[in-house]
């Protein structure tokens, strides 16, 4: 007889460069997903609100926004990669592949790229890694790279530090053809009139108006990404060594705020977008917790074709995060998320 | 390069009777919605609950309620009638067509009836709005009025005061047809036992037992029928200035306690309803906060028959809202909602 | 006309032995509720969150998880046997059918099988009833005993003491034979690889690591099982009469606890089940609120082959929950839950 305390994770000292990872689990897009996600982070592109729209498109039915793909496929790496990380430091290249459908099953795979100890704190150290998500048909619907800041298991372990190169993953969008058959004009009511590709000028800066406070439903929503890091659900824990977590008190799992950001976006940046295609980079720049209120702006920096594809057009931004310290307070505006974002965007001449 | 301020919605200045806004996104039924939604309310007909049962009764699967219904197709017309608004007067001749069901996509448009600045207020004036929704083969499923007082964009600008008539829209329920051969006997016991038209009286005040407390969990709730309407989701907006809203914080959504008071009195009203004919007249008369309890009474006002439906009659009824002041307060017992309902029940000759 | 205070539920004066409840409603498992339930309670099994693997296991689809199975049946028996109750005592000798899939429609029925008095509180007694839940096509999917501690409508009304036996419900799990043709090897790094059947020893204790914390969410999940009972979301009920009230405040629904304690358990001991097969007995030792951070610990006790399927083994568990007091305080851990539980788990030599 024995008393095992059974421990999920890995630590940084368990890391190995060029190591796999192939997650566990896999998840099905349910409807009770898709609607609790989608309308939580309150993105307004039709084509993830109402399926007559959307098949209009020749898309097989309403799209899986791609704040709620990332947010699953990352969930997913996170038992094996971040349960014991101290933060998520950087998204890297995030490119997005195939559309992803209610009743997809998305599973994931992780490499590890590097491990670095640090050189200040002998308890911790990064991780950078690899993953990418497919779905049931093994189709890629999203590879990216991230650095995360894991705990070491034992302070004096030995530490694999080293890298390997990532590895090559084509991603396609497999965006339906443009068909000049199809009743876009007829359905052109249905998203914001000034977002197509010719609204939009390098150098605007685009405050979007609405905010959304995030409440203690951060703990449920958090939990329908099957995402188990214990420092969003575990508040006993915390009580028990607040110094030792950021902010003293249950975090927000970015990727709330992500999609937040993204979908506080969507009716001024994305509503005639077709897909997101890369984010070049990202970071959460302060924490977010219960209370707080969630904005965004988005910044445009350039536009440019896209290959193969006259009716539409890449526009390249940086949305931004913030919120503010409370009233009266010298803290005054925080940005909470920088986010490098290339959008695939319908060009007016084509659709209305 | 410019810093520009995303608005969305209208203010009173930008109305003129007449005008026509077809709404954006439209939203089809996920089980998510669905099921959140409804189970939240306390709806207990089975036709809501039992896709067994519905499907006996001929209907198509799961009937959305009425409540979901009418809290889909108003938020649908927030964005461009009530983002800016200060309070939701009344709700006018609010009909039901055709059943709604899973996976039906529904859109909505809105007629400006009249437009009519405050004599009192320069910054406010009162906005009289038709607005319709229909289903993806554009059967209407809902046509109500509503009156809104709105926000003025500049409290100097000019008002386009004046009025048009409201449009004729034809509705119809679409009930199957009553079939002696199908089981509903078999059934009835899934359905309260005292609820047939045969037991209704004219006069009697039904007082409903059960209370759900509402929670921060209005926010997500809101979030999902795609509400933007400010005042339910920015608390860094409302702290800011306190005074400008109605009771210095966060209000629910009026289509929160509207289909609470609906669910909380169906097990002794409306269990045996096969639909809800119309709501002639509605208003929420006290602002609902997170922390509040809700009840509901019905006050029964007369029975009719249905012409061309000896198995089903028509109940008038009154449904009230209400919530209590703090326990030792002389607030005492609040009204936060009137209704008149009028609801198609079963006749217990023809069912049980 | 008349005021009428429409009551629900029962009251130890109104239980006779021998009387049997054919439960209102009956629940369609719709995706939203599958989501946001399974997903809430942590549950780690793939069968109950990936359709690509429960179907190569030869399911139908994604397998509805015994505690949901649980919380649905169980609730739809509130109304007649618990709305009226002050505390749920004992489960006993529940026994899991076949397996329940999204889209089916659980119904419920509950025979009384004991009513006593309680001979020192002239205000209450024990009501022992057994309820048994069936799908659309009459299959029971799970049956079990209760104990429920319920208030009297009258102090001085006499009560039907008596018994009757329990009666005999046959249940099958209806697993899927094992057929060496299917890719279960290639499916293997799906779950956790150290919860097959061979991976137990009795007598041994696996603590949990991974905790979560209830919140108001609580009430929005209770909802959405249908469940009435007043002490989980009336609080105006509460705060008028708080000592009458476990803990004076509204109490979380023990399907929530035993829901959670599965699922924290699940990726340690039921990763590997294909279901659950009983519950011998099981109780809620301590009563959960918001604000309580739950978790679990298994203890193996005995394991044993499954007559006719050489590929599984039957593992006989305690599952205890519990919280902590606050921090500082003399309370230190509280048993709050204690189920004998006994799964069917896969042997690696089949399946790994």
New interface residues.
Partial sequence: ????????GHFLDDFRPGQVF?H?????I???????FT??S?T?N?LS?????AKAYGFRG?VVPPGLVMAVVFSQSVEDVSENARANLEYIDMRFGVPVY??D?L?AETTVLSVRASTRDPTLGVVHVQTTGHN?DGQVVLTFQRKVQVWKRDPQATVADGEVPPREIPVSLGLPAYEPSRPYRDLA????PDTYFEDF?????????????V???H??LT????N?S?VH?????I??QPERYVGGQ?IVFGGIPFNLCLGLSS??VA?NALADLRYATGRHTAPVFA?D?V?ASTEIRALRDLPGRPDLGVLDTVLHGH??GP?GAAAGKVEIFYLERELVVKRRSHYA
Avoid: C
């Fill in positions: 007889m024995a008393v095992i305390r059974k421990q999920h192939r566990k689990r896999g998840k099905t349910t409807e009770g997903l898709f609607a609790v309308d939580f309150m307004t039709p609100k109402n399926a007559r729209y309403m209610l009743g099953t599973e049931q009511h249905l998203s914001s000028r390098p150098g605007d800066v685009l405050e979007h108006s609405r905010g959304r406070v409440t203690t439903d703990i449920l939990g329908m990404l099957d188990t214990q659900s575990n508040q006993w824990m009580d028990q249950l009716a001024d509503d209370g209120t904005f919120k503010f009233k």
